[in-house]
């Protein structure tokens, strides 16, 4: 199983789970064709596709997915916000706390904390074991056990970000709404802490911000504080998500 980044950022979130047979498309803010693409045009084995909230670098292109007959996970308010999508029958709303499957793809979703209703997801198939994918939360009021692998946001340092509004290159404004919608360096550092980690193999941190991050400390203090193998979500990136090494 591998896992595929499209996209990642506010311009537009995509990722891939995948193992050549069966595929999980998770967020719709890439176009459909970049998908294609990224399966060599054969979407003959995509089980599905899930959605964080309705914001538009995360559900974007949802309708597009749905009328090509792809079954879609996500909140009520996600398809009401997408016009003469109607009754579609490829779109299937979620509850926290339910279990919901897709192929051999089992999905729970859980409540994140972000500025619109938002959920976060345990995703569970043989080939991959247990992913926890969480995005645009700024906390969470869940662990997990039994992890195997993570893909969490990191958006934002709060140093950084400081120094960005001391210089001027960023309005006072944005610190309390970032504090209120995206999870900061600290934050996730805790997070990671306070979770099962011990049958993790791969950390990917996703949504990370232009202007307020640093990839490259993002990975290093995330390794330091779990030592796991810590990646940075990029357009092209490819990461085995098998549940046991080859």
Do not use: W
Not at 17 to 34: A, F, P, R
Not at 60 to 75: E, F, T, V, W
Not at 84 to 101: D, E, M
Not at 118 to 128: Q, S, T, V
Request: charged share 20%; hydrophobic share 40%.
């Amino acid at each position: 199983m591998n896992l595929t980044v499209l996209a990642s950022g506010s311009t537009g979130n995509g990722y891939l789970l995948t193992n050549g047979k069966e595929t999980l498309i998770m967020e719709m803010g890439v176009t459909l064709s970049k998908v294609k693409q990224a399966l060599s045009f054969d979407l003959s084995g995509i089980a599905g596709a899930i959605c964080s909230h309705v914001h538009l670098d995360h559900s974007k292109y949802l309708k597009d997915y749905a009328m090509a007959g792809i079954d879609c996970l996500a909140l009520q308010d996600v398809f009401e916000s997408k016009k003469n999508l109607g009754a579609s029958n490829r779109c299937k709303p979620v509850l926290p706390g339910k279990g919901y499957k897709l192929g051999n793809f089992k999905i729970v979703p859980f409540e994140a904390a972000h500025d619109v209703p938002c959920i976060g997801f345990l995703i569970n198939h043989p080939d991959c074991g247990n992913v926890l994918f969480m995005t645009d939360s700024f906390m969470s009021e869940h662990t997990f056990k039994n992890l195997n692998h993570l893909l969490i946001e990191v958006n934002f340092a709060d140093d950084i970000l400081e120094k960005n509004i001391m210089n001027g290159s960023l309005h006072p404004s944005m610190r309390p709404r970032l504090l209120n919608t995206h999870m900061e360096l600290s934050t996730c550092l805790d997070l990671l802490k306070a979770n099962d980690l011990s049958n993790v193999r791969n950390i990917v941190l996703c949504h990370l911000s232009n202007g307020n991050s640093d990839e490259d400390r993002f990975i290093r203090e995330v390794r330091e504080t779990t030592g796991k193998q810590v990646f940075a979500a990029s357009p092209g990136l490819i990461v085995d998500f098998s549940k046991e090494p080859y």
